[in-house]
């Protein structure tokens, strides 16, 4: 926190780290869900906090269960964490992500 002497008013600053990661990730998506399978899957992704922005870059399987379909995809991950491990850490706490690994590398 940093005060401003001549004004007398305090300004605080913070700062966040943003970091971008590609994860082969599954989501459950309800049955119902509105738009396609890959868009929930997505939608349900971006919710989940601090996840800023979901861009899915490839699709996977499709594993229709009872109340919803397991989805799977590559998607690129941007979330306000500092590390690939929280990010990993916080998916896996999640209710709705049923696997989370890192994509082959080719």
């Known amino acids: 926190m940093a005060v401003n002497a001549n004004l007398n008013e305090t300004t605080t600053t913070t700062l966040t ?6 994860i082969n990730v599954t989501v459950r998506v309800p049955n119902g869900a509105s738009g396609t399978l890959f868009e929930a899957a997505s939608d349900r992704l971006a919710r989940i906090a601090p996840i800023t922005t979901v861009t899915i870059t490839d699709t996977g399987g499709i594993a ?10 590559t998607a690129d991950i941007t979330a306000d964490v500092t590390s690939r491990e929280e ?19 080719t």
Do not use: F
């Not at 780290?17 to 590609?22: F, I, R, S």
């Open 17 to 22: 780290d943003q970091l971008t990661e590609t």
């Open 64 to 73: 229709p269960r009872n109340g919803a379909t397991h989805v799977t995809v």
């Open 87 to 105: 990010l990993i850490e916080i998916l896996a706490n999640t209710v709705g992500v049923e696997a989370i690994e890192s994509p082959a590398v």
